[in-house]
């Protein structure tokens, strides 16, 4: 593996963690919409990670093994809505229930803290690999 191979590996975990990071803050800013386009409320999203096809790995032999990581699917969640009664909600249906999001604030924050844990640990991936090339680049003066 060169140094660019690490590289790019590197950038597709900082990129799927940023799209994490971006979803999880989705589902925290609409923990309260009870309206969207496509009606009802708001379904809490989440990333699926997957690796690059083995196929891949088998066409490029400058990979030499890696693969990085790539955004495959974004689940929507299909449970059904939380109901909160609250007559005066200009949503409540006729018994006085809102459809509120199935989202858990608290899931959503672990979740974050997660996404940018890993989002730190790539960053370190790339500064020691930067690190190894200028010590490279020494060497060879």
């Known amino acids: 593996m060169d140094f660019l191979t690490s590289f790019k590996v590197t950038a597709s975990g900082l990129a799927a963690q940023r799209l994490r990071m971006n979803i999880i803050s989705e589902n925290v800013a609409n923990a309260q919409t009870t309206r969207t386009p496509e009606g009802g409320p708001y379904k809490r999203r989440d990333p699926v990670f997957m690796s690059r096809p083995f196929q891949d790995y088998l066409t490029r032999e400058e990979s030499a093994g890696a693969t990085g990581v790539a955004v495959d699917r974004i689940n929507v969640d299909s449970r059904p809505a939380r109901m909160q009664y609250d007559p005066s909600h ?26 940018s844990r890993s989002y730190e640990a790539n960053v370190s991936v790339l500064n020691a690999s930067k690190q190894m090339a200028l010590k490279a680049l020494e060497i060879g003066r």
């Open 90 to 115: 200009p949503d409540a249906n006729a018994d006085g229930y809102v459809a509120m999001p199935n989202i858990d604030v608290m899931t959503e924050m672990v979740n974050m803290m997660s996404a």
